[in-house]
C-alpha cells in the first residue's frame, strides 16, 4: 500500500528555516513527480511546489520563489521542501503528493493520487 509520511515541521519564527521531508514506500519512487501542498486554517489546499520524476525540473508558486527549494532523493525514496525565511503567512498544515501519472508534473491537487497525513508549520512573528 502506497504510504507518503511527512515529518520536519515545528514552531519556528519568521525569518528561520524548516526542512519537512517526505518519505514514500510502494510503488516506484523514481518513475513519479513529488509535490508540496500547504492549507492554512480556513482556506482550501494550494499548490507550493513539484519536482519532476528525475529531479531535473522544479516548480513553484510565486509566493516562495527565491526561499523554498523542494528536492528529492530516489535513493531514498524521499522528497525535501527545504524553507527558509519563513513567513507568519506560511503557517500550515504541508502535505506531500504523489503526482498520479509516471513522468509527469502538475500544480492541480486533483492530479495528485496519493497524500500524506500532513505536518503542521507554525511561523510566529
Known amino acids: 500500500q502506497v504510504q507518503l509520511v511527512e515529518s520536519g515541521g515545528g514552531v519556528v519564527q519568521a525569518g528561520d528555516s524548516l526542512r519537512l521531508s517526505c518519505a514514500a514506500s510502494?510503488?516506484?519512487?523514481?518513475?513519479?513527480?513529488m509535490s508540496w501542498f500547504r492549507q492554512a486554517p480556513g482556506k482550501e489546499r494550494e499548490f507550493v511546489a513539484v519536482i519532476s520524476a528525475g529531479g531535473g525540473s522544479t516548480d513553484y508558486t510565486d509566493s516562495v520563489k527565491g526561499r523554498f527549494t523542494i528536492s528529492r532523493d530516489n535513493a531514498k525514496n524521499t522528497v525535501y521542501l527545504q524553507m527558509n525565511s519563513l513567513r507568519p503567512e506560511d503557517t500550515a498544515v504541508y502535505y506531500c503528493?504523489?503526482?498520479?501519472?509516471?513522468?509527469?508534473?502538475?500544480?492541480?491537487?486533483?492530479?495528485?493520487?496519493?497524500w500524506g497525513k500532513g505536518t503542521l508549520v507554525t511561523v510566529s512573528s
Open positions: 503528493g504523489k503526482v498520479r501519472s509516471p513522468y509527469s508534473t502538475s500544480r492541480n491537487p486533483y492530479d495528485m493520487n496519493y
Open positions: 510502494a510503488f516506484s519512487f523514481s518513475r513519479y513527480a
